[in-house]
């Protein structure tokens, strides 16, 4: 038996149209809408502080950036690291022409996948030639410094209206 589910064309097209498409205004309603989903999360992130998680960040830095070098030495790619001090984020980039990673080559696939399941985000973009491979880390711990829960149920409360009112 083969299957085959192409939806390449379609996906061209529908962004051909979105792309074409003159920009519409938002309606005073639906800038309300944005403002109040923009200060949720705001009102969220304000009851923690972030602190840097020690484990976390040696983790990084002694054991997942070298992991990733050793995948590009052995398959001849690129990798960059990208770590920011005040916020506790950190970015591993690997860029390559290919990634061949199999059951004979175990280590390479070790690596990869201890790096796959600590990574907060994994996205894969096409640059040319080349692809790449971005993988973010939260290095932090979060502490949390106020209660703000009635606040956000306000918040909630509204986004709801506002949505029950589209319907």
Known sequence: MKKEMNY???????RLVFEKEEKM????????????VKLLVETRESQYKRRKNKQKWDNF????????CNIA?????CVKMNTCEDTCYAELIYIGNN?????????????????LSVADSFSISQRGEYFEMHFTFELYDKI???DLSGHIMEIEKRLKEIRCSNL
Do not use: C, H
Request: proline share 4%; charged share 25%; net charge negative.
């Open 144 to 146: 949390k410094i106020a």
């Open 99 to 115: 990634l061949m990673l199999d059951i004979d080559r175990v280590q390479g696939l070790t690596d990869f996948n201890a790096i």
């Open 73 to 77: 030495e052995i398959q001849g790619g």
């Open 25 to 36: 205004p938002l309606t005073n309603e639906q800038r309300e809408y944005f403002d109040l």
């Open 8 to 14: 390449i064309e379609e996906y061209q097209w529908d």
């Open 61 to 68: 830095i002694d054991i997942l950036y070298p992991s990733l």
